[in-house]
T-cell receptor, first 110, second 114 residues
Framework: QKEVEQNSGPLSVPEGAIASLNCTYS??????FFWYRQYSGKSPELIMF????GDKEDGRFTAQLNKASQYVSLLIRDSQPSDSATYLC??????????FGAGTRLTVKP | DADVTQTPRNRITKTGKRIMLECSQT?????MYWYRQDPGLGLRLIYY???????NKGEISDGYSVSRQAQAKFSLSLESAIPNQTALYFC?????????????FGSGTRLTVV
């Protein structure tokens, strides 16, 4: 079973703080990992991808991957109210199958 | 114009009716997907197609069928709609040659079956 697990939240952080979102996956045959942001009633949009162990930074966002422990995380520095959304973790497997987690709802309070 | 266009945006239909959701894309991607999203369950794959002659079932294909009319068009049909098919439906595309670019999603179709 290819499972992708996320804490559904809601996760609430004050403006300017670091938001930490976590995701675990069950299948070691995973190739690449994605974070999507989804505003209420809108479609998911890709914000980060990572496929090597370690950290990948893009502006205020950092994705972290640990394949041995089968988890991937997303850090959002200097969180802004506009970051309030649901964040979906997605895992692509060797056969190109992509599975999504249920998402973590983040609220950034001014 | 949006890269991935879904029609209709919203639809209310009655139990037992046949309904088609349409998706078209201008990205030139070869791969297209249909997902449904339910609260607390995330995105679940219904069908996917890697090219015009390739159709594959996803994890929840029962009660649905698809047609890939052209590289740019992929439609989803509910042959006899039932209330538990009420959900938000997304079409997505991806490029075989750029897998790390992830998926591009359409704006979604909110379907209600009464």
């Amino acid at each position: 079973q290819k499972e992708v697990e996320q804490n559904s939240g809601p996760l609430s952080v004050p403006e300017g703080a670091i938001a930490s979102l976590n995701c675990t996956y069950s299948d070691r045959g995973s190739q690449s990992f994605f974070w999507y942001r989804q505003y209420s009633g809108k479609s998911p949009e890709l914000i980060m991808f990572i496929y090597s162990n370690g950290d990948k930074e893009d502006g205020r966002f950092t994705a972290q991957l640990n394949k041995a422990s089968q988890y991937v995380s997303l850090l959002i520095r200097d969180s802004q109210p506009s970051d309030s959304a649901t964040y979906l973790c997605a895992v692509r497997y060797n056969n190109n199958d992509m599975r999504f987690g249920a998402g973590t709802r983040l609220t950034v309070k001014p | 114009d949006a890269d991935v266009t879904q029609t209709p945006r919203n639809r209310i239909t009655k139990t037992g009716k046949r309904i088609m959701l349409e998706c078209s894309q201008t990205k030139g991607h070869d791969r297209m997907y249909w997902y449904r999203q339910d609260p607390g369950l995330g995105l679940r794959l219904i069908y996917y197609s890697f090219d015009v002659k390739d159709i594959n079932k996803g994890e929840i294909s029962d009660g649905y069928s698809v047609s890939r009319q052209a590289q740019a068009k992929f439609s989803l049909s509910l042959e006899s709609a039932i209330p538990n098919q009420t959900a938000l439906y997304f079409c997505a595309t991806s490029d075989r040659d750029r897998p790390i670019h992830g998926y591009t999603f359409g704006s979604g179709t909110r379907l209600t079956v009464v």
